[in-house]
């Protein structure tokens, strides 16, 4: 495939499925962007994102300029995947969304629709996106990142759901022995 149609796509697909996934987040745009840089692991993993979406085209225009369209389209269908439970997700929880891991008194238990299987469909849905980004570049520069990129969040997600409990109590026990923290079914 010629280089800049391959980045074009990809291009398209991360921005159409980001404004799709993020259609019913319904969140102050201000008290987003304070939540991210006021909880450092938020900032983290928005820094490790935008890397990890620029290295492989990097690598890309400076590695290698020939890339399989084969195992690209998997990794399409793999990033569309990933944005299409973010848009199950986030329909889902709706305005109990933060960035941040804090929680306030205006915020519910999710439990229904994807939630009912996975407790952090959003960070799947995430690890999803940037999987799918190493298989349609094919790049080994990206799969470096994705090893110490799931570490963290797996990290964030032992201190978020700490505070749940803190914040939800044994309602948030009794859904955690219900679902799988992560990987539906599995993890």
Do not use: C
């Not at 938020?42 to 979406?53: G, H, K, N, R, S």
């Not at 400076?62 to 793999?78: A, E, F, H, R, Y």
């Amino acid at each position: 495939m010629n280089t800049n149609l391959t980045i074009i796509v990809f291009v398209a697909i991360v921005m159409i499925g980001r404004i799709f996934s993020s259609i019913h987040r319904k969140t102050d745009k201000i008290k987003t962007i304070k939540n991210i840089f006021s909880d450092y692991t938020a900032l983290i993993i928005l820094i490790i994102q935008m890397i990890f979406i620029s290295l492989p085209i990097i690598e890309y225009y400076l590695v290698k300029n020939d890339i399989n369209p084969i195992i690209s389209g998997i990794g399409g269908l793999t990033i569309f995947t990933g944005f299409l439970i973010s848009f199950f997700a986030n329909k889902e929880i709706g305005t109990n969304w933060s960035a941040s891991i804090e929680k306030d008194n205006s915020q519910k238990l999710i439990t229904s629709g994807i939630y009912k299987y996975i407790r952090h469909p959003l960070y799947f849905s995430g690890l999803l996106i940037l999987l799918g980004t190493v298989i349609y570049f094919q790049s080994w520069w990206s799969s470096t990142v994705l090893i110490p990129f799931y570490l963290l969040v797996n990290w964030r997600i032992k201190h978020e759901e700490d505070n749940l409990i803190k914040f939800f109590g044994n309602e948030y026990r009794q859904y955690m022995r219900k679902t799988k923290k992560i990987i539906p079914f599995l993890y």
